[in-house]
């Protein structure tokens, strides 16, 4: 396999690149993101959320919804392509998973 | 582009469409948010038809005598819709030397040219059905075009001013919009939000999906109280517009998505259960006829945007750009 840079997306801050397999005929296109922004900013709402600081009702709010995660565009792709992203319950079963505590903006279990 | 006179072309298409349409898809979905998210049907003519359909209004009224006679309501037929398709297409050449060269490197390089376009392709056709592009039959000098999503939608609407100039349609969107002017352009608020949020809501639709492009995604963010989550963030603030926000409530639940290549003026509220990507020819790649000391290939796929039905879906649209 070789390795060719592809793309870089400056408003997401994609990297993707091509890996051709050794026949040559094929591809894997592999895609990389810098989410510490996201998840340093997740937290920061996430623990100013515990603190009381920010009240439910207070904002954090869209249409009496509550903001609840924020996920990095490549996993949100993954999300959609695996139909998770449109099955509430696995979308909710997916926010409650430790695992990916990192994307929620806010605790309790959904 | 000029059809070639008296070409005598030895198209070789390979035998993997299925699959390659399938590989194409599957590239940089992040980019190509719509795309990624509404279904695909297969369409058989370059003009296809569908219906839409309507229930009457609740009546409160609805009380009859006892052993009283019937008298038929009136029934309205269901509205046969129709939009046309739309043949993109992504050029590439490789160069007799580099053809004779290296033999594994030709196939990486084709394979790589091959991701290259797709990934190109399929960014012209996200920009092209999130745009405001009204349909065109097309005829031998004039190329046919879909109409693309905005322009269906006439029923749950924010604009800037007002109805008026609005696309206006019966069975296919063929007229343009005006766009307001200059001091009807507003910045996109909650209250603007809320309202097609609202419209979509009581048309019957669900919000599932809020589409915007990055300074909007942006302004959504600075929505009351989102803004307090986002004062910690400092300068990653930018960074964060490459993530959905998630919001959940007992009646569904919402994602916040970022589109680079839809127009910046707009917000769109879509229920992708409503809109379908038909496809009469799915992406595949051939060898063009050779002219030269070179190979010519191209990628091309045909396709038109459905949208099953535009009260399902709602717009904000005369939005600062800036």
Redesign the interface.
């Known amino acids: 396999m070789s390795r060719r840079f592809f793309d870089y997306d400056p408003f997401t801050g994609i990297t993707e690149w091509f890996h051709a397999t050794d026949d040559g005929e094929g591809f894997t296109l592999e895609a990389t993101q810098d989410i510490t922004a996201i998840v340093d900013a997740n937290k920061a709402a996430f623990n100013e959320f515990s603190s009381g600081r920010d009240s439910f009702g207070d904002g954090a709010t869209l249409n009496g919804k509550s903001h609840v995660a924020r996920i990095p565009a490549v996993i949100h792709a993954k999300l959609t392509r695996e139909g998770i992203i449109r099955d509430p319950v696995a979308l909710k079963r997916w926010l409650n998973d430790p695992d990916n505590a990192v994307f929620r903006t806010r605790p309790g279990v959904l | 582009m000029a059809i070639a006179t008296n070409a005598f072309s030895t198209y070789a298409a390979k035998g993997i469409r299925e699959d390659l349409s399938n590989t194409i898809f599957?590239?940089?979905?992040?980019?190509t948010?719509m795309l990624?998210?509404i279904g695909k049907r297969p369409v058989k003519a370059v003009q296809f038809d569908w219906q839409t359909d309507s229930l009457a209004a609740a009546s409160t009224t609805n009380a009859i005598l006892e052993g009283g006679d019937s008298t038929a309501d009136v029934t309205n037929p269901t509205t046969r819709v129709a939009n046309v398709t739309q043949i993109s297409e992504k050029p590439w050449t490789i160069t007799g030397t580099l053809e004779a060269v290296d033999?594994?490197?030709?196939?990486?390089e084709?394979?790589?040219q091959m991701?290259?376009k797709g990934?190109e392709l399929k960014r012209d056709m996200e920009a092209t059905i999130t745009s405001s592009q009204v349909a065109v039959t097309g005829g031998s000098t004039t190329a046919r075009k879909t109409a693309a999503f905005d322009s269906w939608l006439v029923t749950n609407t924010d604009n800037g001013n007002g109805a008026t100039g609005d696309y206006a349609y019966t069975a296919t969107p063929i007229t343009a919009r005006t766009v307001a002017t200059a001091g009807n352009i507003r910045a996109f608020s909650?209250n603007i939000?809320?309202n097609i949020?609202k419209k979509q809501w009581t048309s019957g639709g669900q919000t599932?999906l809020l589409m915007v492009g990055?300074v909007n995604k942006q302004r959504t963010s600075g929505?009351?109280?989102?803004?307090?989550?986002?004062k910690?963030?400092g300068?990653?603030?930018a960074?964060?517009?490459?993530?959905?926000?998630?919001?959940?409530?007992d009646?569904?639940?919402?994602?916040?998505?970022?589109n680079?290549f839809m127009p910046e003026d707009r917000a769109y509220l879509m229920d992708?259960d409503y809109a379908k990507l038909g496809v009469l020819r799915p992406f595949f790649t051939e060898e063009l006829a050779k002219s030269g000391d070179a190979s010519k290939y191209h990628i091309l796929t045909e396709y038109g945007l459905q949208v099953d039905n535009e009260a399902a879906h709602a717009v904000a649209r005369d939005l600062q750009t800036t």
């Not at chain 2, 599957?26 to 980019?31: A, D, G, M």
């Not at chain 2, 033999?103 to 990486?108: D, E, I, L």
């Not at chain 2, 009646?251 to 970022?258: A, K, R, S, T, W």
């Open positions: 599957n590239i940089s979905p992040v980019e948010p990624s998210n033999k594994a490197g030709r196939k990486s084709m394979a790589y991701a290259k990934k909650e939000l809320k949020i599932k990055p929505f009351t109280g989102i803004a307090e989550i986002r910690d963030a300068k990653g603030q960074t964060i517009v490459g993530a959905a926000d998630i919001y959940v409530s009646f569904g639940d919402v994602e916040v998505v970022p680079r992708p």
